[in-house]
């Protein structure tokens, strides 16, 4: 594989890393907000959430097993974002 190949397969995978981690942080943001009854919030963050996962569905069915494990980093990224987003945000 050409430097080429390797540059599109590492920004595919930064790329799969960074909608994993924005959807799980929503996610883990909205099971707080639902959780504490913040309805507003909870609605919207539950609409971005849908967004972002039609365009993750679309690349992680495709990938590689480098790819899933980058995936997986993000969303265990993105799980400690959303606490600390919750925290920051209402407490």
């Known amino acids: 594989m050409g430097l080429y ?5 590492d920004v ?3 790329k799969l890393f960074i909608l994993a981690w924005v959807q799980v942080s ?5 099971t707080w907000q639902i959780a504490n009854h913040k309805i507003i919030g909870s609605i919207v963050v539950g609409f971005l959430i849908s967004l972002v996962w039609t365009f993750n569905v ?15 980093g993000g969303a265990m990224t993105g ?12 407490d």
């Not at 929503?26 to 909205?30: A, D, M």
């Not at 679309?58 to 997986?72: E, N, P, R, V």
Request: proline share 0%; aromatic share 10%; no cysteine.
């Open 79 to 90: 799980t400690a974002t959303g606490l600390a987003l919750s925290i920051i945000f209402y």
């Open 26 to 30: 929503l996610i883990s943001l909205n």
């Open 5 to 9: 190949g390797r540059v599109r397969r």
């Open 58 to 72: 679309q690349d992680i069915s495709k990938s590689d097993l480098g790819a899933k494990f980058m995936y997986a």
């Open 12 to 14: 595919r995978s930064m």
